[in-house]
């Protein structure tokens, strides 16, 4: 037996706890502040995240490429810190944890952790299990315009709660695949560069052999 179904038959002999994500979290959609006020974009502070941040940086975040001016925030409410932002249209199913308080754009609905429940669930835990609900996304969308996730159905969607050891246990264990996943990531690419290195000759020219002939 595992240590994680050890603690599961310890800690939860009747089963895990499932609750709705609306009954978790607080949703909020992001928005693009208007781009013809060049005051909202000037020498802005505020992370602003878009899908080219995941792309480029990864699914932990606690800078964005682009910032917003404090002028350009609803109200002066920001999404807060160790929220999720998942992408609900366009690019369906991606998602980041952001470690700092920020807004997104209007692909993204952020997921904020609702204060009865901040000390039962690890949000690094929730992100994990965010990749369910990528999937899910994936498979319940909309067609307008452009694709978008049914959002009925997806406040619906649930998480379980085990217990924040079980929670911290799993964590832990992905945190080393993920970690594992990224050494062999880099191993990868720096074998492709040395391959490439080894592999690339120089053409000669006609002068060049002319010379070598003569």
């Known amino acids: 037996m595992s240590r994680i ?6 800690l939860c002999p009747d089963g895990v706890e499932f609750r709705t994500l609306k009954e978790i979290f607080v ?18 502070t505020v992370p602003w995240f878009r899908m080219e941040d995941i792309r480029e940086n990864g699914r932990i975040l606690g800078d964005s490429i682009q910032k917003i001016t404090k002028e350009a925030v ?9 929220s999720i932002i998942i992408a609900t249209s366009a ?7 952001i470690t700092v308080p920020h807004l997104s754009n209007q692909r993204f609905t952020s997921l904020a952790l609702k204060s ?3 000390s039962r669930i690890d949000m690094k835990f929730a992100f994990y299990y965010c990749f369910l609900l990528d999937d899910w996304c994936r498979k ?3 067609t307008s315009s452009f694709a978008s996730v049914d959002m009925s159905g997806f406040k ?6 085990p217990p924040l050891e079980i929670q911290q ?7 080393r695949f993920t970690k594992l996943e990224a050494e062999l990531e880099a191993r990868r690419r720096q074998y492709q560069h040395y391959r490439d290195t080894l592999l690339s000759f120089a053409e000669r020219n006609d002068s060049q052999a002319s010379k070598q002939q003569g």
Do not use: M, Q
Request: hydrophobic residues 30%.
């Open 5 to 10: 179904d050890a603690l599961l038959t310890k």
């Open 27 to 44: 949703t909020k959609n992001g928005y693009t502040p208007s781009t013809t006020n060049k005051d909202y974009w000037t020498d802005g």
């Open 74 to 82: 609803k109200g002066g409410r920001y999404f807060p810190a160790n």
């Open 91 to 97: 690019t369906i199913g991606e998602h980041a944890l």
């Open 116 to 118: 009865e429940f901040a």
């Open 140 to 142: 319940n969308t909309t």
């Open 156 to 161: 619906e969607f649930r998480f379980p709660i």
């Open 169 to 175: 246990e799993i964590v832990a264990i992905l945190d």
